[in-house]
């Protein structure tokens, strides 16, 4: 018998297809860089796949009292901020296609709400946030890393509107929360990640070209996922014909 040893038998040949890993998306940059922005566009044109958006402010630690009663001394851009665990727990889940909870967080109580926000697996799954390629283990998880690269001061004037207007701040709060925290964290962590980028967008949301760019090279790689899909049912198809 010269038949190839590949051959399949039995129940196993009529195996369901096989299972198709998400492609998962990474994109970092400090505060208000314009992150939001950037997912928001690779969404819109994403039309034939299904996509989630994680962020990662969902997974904040909740602030105990004692620590509400000194907020103001306490870094939200630290990696220490972060249950990183139950982030990485979340991503491991999403990417073998199970369905999950994740924490709704909230700016102006600190602390993370019960009622939890469920997540279905999908095709594309991005995560946002300012330190998600900080962490080894979370960007081993990512089939792309992008970094939202815009210059600090229109950062700083952004936050300045975004935190006073959405999130029930004082100006003067804002710039000494930045001055103290948001900066010397950013040069500390958020910055050195931005080597790890395999793509770094220059004017986030402003920049066209390179969201198109992106997009156009998300649908070449799930092209690649749907390609293997059908030569591996032909393997079945062909492999059922020779028993
Ligand atoms: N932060 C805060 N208070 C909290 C929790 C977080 O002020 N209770 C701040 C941290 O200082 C951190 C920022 O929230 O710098 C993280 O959010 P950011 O990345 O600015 O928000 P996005 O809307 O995702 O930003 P972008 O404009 O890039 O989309």
């Known amino acids: 018998d010269r038949r190839p040893s590949l051959r399949s038998e039995g129940p196993s040949a009529r195996a ?8 998962v998306i ?7 860089s314009g992150k939001t922005t950037v997912c928001d ?9 299904s996509v989630v958006l994680v962020n990662q402010d969902s997974f904040y630690h909740s602030l105990s009292d004692e620590k ?8 939200f851009d630290h990696p220490d901020a972060f249950n990183t665990e139950l982030l990485l727990s979340c991503m491991e889940k999403l990417k073998r296609g199970q369905e999950v909870s994740i924490p709704e967080y909230n700016f102006k109580s600190h602390k993370s709400t019960e009622a939890a926000c469920k997540v279905n697996p999908s095709d ?6 300012i330190l998600v390629l900080h962490d080894p283990r979370v960007r081993d998880l990512m089939n792309m890393k992008i970094f939202v690269d815009t210059d ?17 701040r004082d100006i003067q709060g804002v710039l000494d929360q930045y001055d103290r925290f948001v900066k010397p964290s950013f040069d500390e962590f958020i910055l050195p990640s931005k ?3 395999d793509v770094i967008i220059p004017r986030g949301g402003d920049n066209d070209v390179a969201i198109d760019l992106i997009v156009q090279h998300i ?6 996922h749907d390609l293997c899909k059908i030569y591996a049912n032909l393997f079945v198809i062909t492999s059922t014909f020779q028993i």
């Open 16 to 23: 369901p297809p096989p299972f198709k890993q998400p492609f």
């Open 41 to 49: 566009m690779i969404i819109s044109q994403m039309h034939h796949e």
């Open 152 to 168: 600090c001061d229109v950062r700083l004037a952004r936050r300045i509107q975004r935190d006073t207007i959405e999130r029930g």
């Open 26 to 32: 990474g994109v970092a940059g400090g505060t208000a």
């Open 219 to 224: 649908h070449t790689k799930l092209g690649q």
């Open 68 to 75: 509400l009663q000194k907020v103001h001394e306490y870094n």
């Open 195 to 197: 080597k790890f980028a």
């Open 124 to 129: 594309v799954i991005i995560l946002e946030g």
